[in-house]
T-cell receptor
């Protein structure tokens, strides 16, 4: 079946390094993708999104890359800080037959650990 | 401007009991979704409410039901609780296809 998954469950980096979190998706019909950050004891927080008609989008210290050919999504965090330590989820969104709003499907998540 | 608020934050129930979780959406949002997040997993979609009706539903049994009120707040009800229902229950709100805003969840433990 269709699924969203992550290549690495845990990523450890040093403070100041750049981090790259990867995500594979299998539904070629998905046309909207979102990255969420979930800190311990909190709900997921929106980081950045990208539509399938784009291959790159930049935010503050974050960049999302979309490669539709290999159905791969990545989140790059520049100059990683201890406050970036969290679980990161990618979510793919697809429309419904009823024309209702898109429902995100979440992968398992990657735990990012930033060492000072 | 308050974000999504959920109550209670923690709850302990016994197998077979019923539970009701509550959610107030972010101001200006009219669509509410509920997710179940097991430990170490991503959130799994339960259902979404808009205009007081269930619009989409995930792969959850009928024991899971919900309601949306005229002020857009929502409830999630789970009947005949099973041990496997222990999880973090997340409420999220949005306006149509805008990104979801999540609350901090209700941690449900079924013993």
């Amino acid at each position: 079946g269709e699924s969203v998954g992550l290549h690495l469950p845990t990523l450890s980096v040093q403070e100041g390094d750049n981090s790259i979190i990867n995500c594979a998706y299998s539904n070629s019909a998905s046309d909207y993708f979102i990255w969420y950050k979930q800190e311990s004891g909190k709900g997921p927080q929106f980081i950045i999104d990208i539509r399938s008609n784009m291959d790159k989008r930049q935010g503050q210290r974050v960049t999302v890359l979309l490669n539709k050919t290999v159905k791969h999504l990545s989140l790059q965090i520049a100059a990683t800080q201890p406050g970036d330590s969290a679980v990161y989820f990618c979510a793919e969104l697809k429309g419904t037959q009823s024309g209702g709003s898109y429902i995100p499907t979440f992968g398992r998540g990657t735990s990012l650990i930033v060492h000072p | 401007d308050a974000g999504v608020t959920q109550s209670p934050t923690h709850l302990i129930k016994t197998r077979g009991q019923q539970v009701t979780l509550r959610c107030s959406p972010k101001s200006g949002h009219d669509t509410v979704s509920w997710y179940q997040q097991a430990l170490g997993q991503g959130p799994q979609f339960i259902f979404q409410y808009y205009e007081e009706e269930e619009r989409q539903r995930g792969n959850f049994p009928d024991r899971f039901s919900g309601h949306q009120f005229p002020n857009y707040s929502s409830e999630l009800n789970v009947n005949a609780l099973l041990l496997g229902d222990s999880a973090l229950y997340l409420c999220a709100s949005r306006v149509f296809n805008s990104p979801l805003h999540f609350g901090n969840g209700t941690r449900l433990t079924v013993t």
